[in-house]
């Protein structure tokens, strides 16, 4: 829902505000929802960590500077497998992969 949101965001520009912050809204609330399921997937490793990945990058396109702090360090903690060391260190720039639908 957040990526249709956020291409209708870009599609209808020229449409009321009301619309925009709508669907504006509803992608904040759909974030925190996303965020919020953290914890019940990590009870699910492995299978919910390719899931909780995905939504981590689509919940990014949020423009909430808290929230996306938030992401990045729960998708480090995501890439150190049960709890050692990380090889790979997620960076904003590879969280930004839907960065021609942002808002």
């Known amino acids: ?3 249709i949101n956020s291409a209708l965001m870009l599609i209808s520009r020229r449409e009321s505000d009301t619309v925009l912050h709508l669907l ?3 992608n904040l609330r759909l974030a925190r929802q996303i965020c ?3 914890n ?3 009870n699910f490793c492995p299978v919910g960590n390719p899931a909780t ?3 981590f990058r689509v919940a990014y ?3 909430d500077e ?3 702090e938030w992401i990045l360090k729960k998708m480090n903690e995501m890439a150190r497998p049960l709890g050692g060391g990380c090889e790979h260190v997620v960076k904003a720039a590879e969280l930004e992969c ?3 639908l942002k808002y």
């Open 24 to 26: 504006e809204g509803n």
């Open 1 to 3: 829902m957040i990526l």
């Open 36 to 38: 919020q399921s953290y």
């Open 98 to 100: 839907f960065d021609y």
């Open 40 to 42: 019940c997937s990590r």
């Open 61 to 63: 396109l949020v423009p």
């Open 53 to 55: 990945d995905f939504a």
């Open 66 to 68: 808290g929230m996306r």
